[in-house]
Each structure stands twice: as structure tokens, then as C-alpha cells.
């Protein structure tokens, strides 16, 4: 006989761990919800969502899968936590501290503590990649005036970033 619990789980019910969740699109799996990357406004960033797939407390990080649509960025920022992020889908490029990569999918990117960082799509491809991250962090901090211009020294990276 199956147990009360097995059957909530088959069901999906709230609050129950769901053991498997189909990917039902590329980047879509069921129960997971698309939400917005960060409020609007509250810093600079284009055409980017944000779904996290892990999230227990049981371990002290989260997964995220974040989506950039043709032409959109991530937020140039930089943090005391780190980052460890798959390339999913799609193609762009990120910066990671002065150098900037081309990524495609399955590309392994690490982000160092305090080092600024921004991924961007190509114009005509998305990119999506997860992103595995503390689940109790800093506030990512956004570049001043002095970090602009200390960034924009090197013209490839001047042209790269978007702030
Ligand atoms: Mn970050």
C-alpha cells in the first residue's frame, strides 16, 4: 500500500517536497514559478527572470535558474558571496572581475567574492544558465561613480558593461 505521503507528493500538494519535476519547456519545470529577477527600479538590469529550484533549509544554498531574454543583462554588481553558475541554454557572455568570457551551454563560470560581475545575452539568443548560491548572503552591492571609471580603464570591458 502506497503511504499517505507518497500519494500528497504524486499530487504536488503544498508544502510537500516534490520528488521530480518535469521540464515542460526548455528552462520550465512543473511547479516552478517565473518570477521577476529583482523589483523594478530597484537596480539596473534588462529582460531577466529569476526561478529558484532548490531551496531547502535543510542545505545552506539555493539553485536558481535565471533566464536573460535576446539583448537583456543581469545587474553589474558585486557581493561577499560567491557564485557557481552552468550555462543552461542560449549564448551571451558575462564579465567576471576585468575579463570577459563568450558562454554556451554546460560552460562552468565561478564568481569570486567582491568581484563585479554582469551576464548579458547576444542580440539574437537567450541565455539562461542556474546559478547555485548561499541561501543567507549579502546584499549585492552596485558600482559607484569611482567604479565605473576604474572598470571602463579597459575599453573591452567600457564597452562590455551596462549600468
Ligand atoms: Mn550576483
Redesign the pocket.
Known amino acids: 500500500a502506497r503511504s499517505i505521503a507518497a500519494a500528497a507528493v504524486d499530487r504536488g500538494e503544498r508544502g510537500v517536497t516534490r520528488l521530480h519535476r518535469r521540464q515542460t519547456a526548455p528552462l520550465r519545470w512543473e511547479g516552478v514559478d517565473v518570477r521577476e529577477y529583482k523589483q523594478e527600479g530597484s537596480a539596473p538590469f534588462r529582460d531577466v527572470t529569476r526561478q529558484v529550484l532548490f531551496a531547502d533549509p535543510a542545505l545552506a544554498s539555493e539553485l536558481r535558474c535565471f533566464e536573460v531574454a535576446p539583448a537583456g543583462h543581469?545587474?553589474l554588481?558585486?557581493?561577499a558571496?560567491v557564485?557557481a553558475v552552468i550555462v543552461a541554454h542560449g549564448r551571451g557572455r558575462c564579465l567576471v572581475g576585468e575579463r570577459i568570457f563568450t558562454v554556451a551551454p554546460f560552460d562552468l563560470v565561478e564568481?569570486p567574492a567582491l568581484t563585479w560581475?554582469q551576464f548579458r545575452a547576444d542580440d539574437d539568443a537567450p541565455l539562461g544558465f542556474l546559478c547555485m548560491?548561499n541561501a543567507a548572503r549579502d546584499r549585492?552591492q552596485l558600482p559607484d561613480a569611482e567604479a565605473i571609471a576604474r572598470l571602463c580603464a579597459d575599453p573591452a570591458v567600457a564597452a562590455f558593461i551596462r549600468a
Open positions: 543581469t545587474t554588481e558585486r557581493h558571496h557564485h564568481v560581475h548560491v549585492p
